[in-house]
Each structure stands twice: as C-alpha cells, then as structure tokens.
C-alpha cells in the first residue's frame, strides 16, 4: 500500500491522530510523515494541529470518503 494511502487509512475515522502514533503505524520515520502531512494540508485533505502535533481528514474528505464506504458497503 502507497505510505500516503496508508495514513489516510489512519485518519480515515475522523478522530485527531498524533504523529507520533502514525509513524508507528505506518513503520515511517517522523519526517516522511511530516512531508506526507505538508502535502495532505496544502490540498486541503487533512487539518493540522502544529501545536499538539495532531491531524485529522478535513470535514469534507471524511463525508467523501464515508459515502464511498456506505457505496462499497451496499454493492458488496
């Protein structure tokens, strides 16, 4: 699986993620995930919480994707 498909299927719940959790789940180091997360944000896909060093899919990625889901779920 790409790395950036598998840090969307991290954040795929909704919930704020730390880095440090994606890292360790994906096996990536802090800043391949750091340039994962650059690009996510500049396209809007993700929220970023530089503070907290959290992030979590932008609203309207996480609705795309659940209907995608909802779609997948009825055809199976």
Request: with cysteine; aromatic share 8%; net charge negative.
């Amino acid at each position: 699986m790409p790395q950036i498909d598998e840090i969307l299927s991290i954040l795929r719940n909704g919930r704020w993620h730390d880095i440090k959790e994606i890292c360790e789940k994906t096996h990536l180091n802090t800043l391949k995930v750091e340039l994962l997360t650059n690009f996510l944000l500049e396209y809007n896909f993700i929220e970023l919480d530089k503070k907290e060093c959290k992030t979590r899919l932008t609203r309207p990625l996480f609705q795309f994707l659940k209907k995608i889901e909802e779609t997948e779920n009825e055809n199976a």
